[in-house]
């Protein structure tokens, strides 16, 4: 299933998407980064989770707008996201992918939402900015309320524990195995 237009907030249909679909996604989402985490780890989630999007960005505000708003490196948040899956986030959003124990944690559970890094002014022509929480953390670490319009994704890792990242690291292996198997003091 390819081209699918998801809203929030997110219900069962994102358990339909597989790994490699493109979608469009609208509706508000959070973005949060590390300290937002871990601020509600300790004082619990600002923002009503179920069928919540949590994108990984700590976007530019300048008088009310968003500026630019790219993605940042997903794996920073691992050991930081299962607690929003649990109280029923149901989408990821970042680059570069996330570890095994998240693509576990996913499974029945939502997506992991991939954009482009480097893509801010696309990402930000997007968005509306509809609010803050934990504005105390700086414009970088808060939780902004961002109301998307139609943001071009990838669906990085599924539902059922498909996940582009691992398929590329797996295939790139195996060729550059292929490659240099038996070529002794030959280092790439």
């Known amino acids: ?4 237009d998801l809203c929030t907030p997110l219900g069962y249909e994102v358990f339909s ?16 980064r590390d300290e937002a985490h871990e601020k509600m780890m300790k004082e619990g989630i600002p923002f009503e989770p179920c069928g919540a999007a ?3 960005c700590g976007p530019i505000i300048h ?4 500026l630019s708003a790219g993605p ?5 948040m691992n050991n930081l996201s299962g607690f929003l899956l ?3 986030v149901r989408a990821l959003i970042g680059k570069g992918g996330m570890s095994g124990q998240v693509v576990k944690q996913l499974k029945d559970r ?23 929480y934990f504005e105390e953390l700086g414009m970088a670490e808060a939780i902004w309320v961002i109301e998307l319009d139609h943001l071009p994704l990838v669906v990085g890792i599924d539902a059922r524990g498909g996940d582009i990242f691992e398929d590329v690291r797996r295939k790139a292996k195996v060729q ?6 038996g070529k002794k003091g030959h280092v790439p």
């Open 110 to 132: 939502g997506v992991y939402l991939a954009f482009t890094g480097g893509c801010a002014a696309l990402a930000a022509s997007r968005m509306m900015l509809k609010g803050v």
């Open 17 to 32: 998407l597989r790994a490699g679909d493109r979608v469009t996604l609208s509706g508000v989402v959070y973005t949060a």
């Open 86 to 88: 649990t109280q029923g």
């Open 63 to 66: 008088k009310g707008k968003v």
């Open 54 to 56: 949590v994108y990984h």
């Open 176 to 181: 550059f195995m292929a490659r240099f198997n």
């Open 1 to 4: 299933m390819t081209g699918m």
């Open 72 to 76: 940042t490196t997903s794996a920073r």
